[in-house]
């Protein structure tokens, strides 16, 4: 009996491995604020990113500047995002009240800019660990009406490196 019950348990266990989830790589391949499915937005890619169970990792290859409409939507799911580089790819939160980025799961990002944000640059909305931020800048953010900052990352634990804050309250 128990031979057969090592077998069941075996069975179960390589079932569940065929089930496991695996992390998924969206690709940002323009700057438009696109919503629509496989556009090649980063809207596109956080909505994907937050709809995939696990960490998954969002790569941008376009260059310019996002322009935003309205608030991306916030980072549910454990994500790294990785840019062209801090001067190649920026996202511009000029809407009223509209933050660069929104986040309540773990992030590591690195090689992009926030800029004209007049919310928060970078909202992390409780306490995300880790927050891993490499290469990123944070220009003309926080300065619309209330109380806006570059970074509001409230009592996160994680780490930033080459990091520029300018320009920002």
Known sequence: MSRWLFVGILAALLWRETLSVQAATFTVTN?????????????????????????????????????LGSNLPTITDSVTITGPGMTNFSIAAACPGCSGLEVTAPLTASGFSISTALAHGLNVLGGVTPLVLQDIGIFGAGVGAGLNYGVNAGTSNGSLTNVTIANST
């Not at 438009?32 to 696990?54: F, H, K, T, V, Y």
Request: with cysteine; glycine share 8%; proline share 5%.
């Open 31 to 67: 700057t438009s604020d696109c919503a629509a499915l496989n556009c090649g937005s980063l809207r596109d890619a956080l909505n994907q990113a937050n709809a995939a169970p696990g960490p998954d990792t969002i790569r941008i290859t376009a260059t310019g500047t996002l322009v």
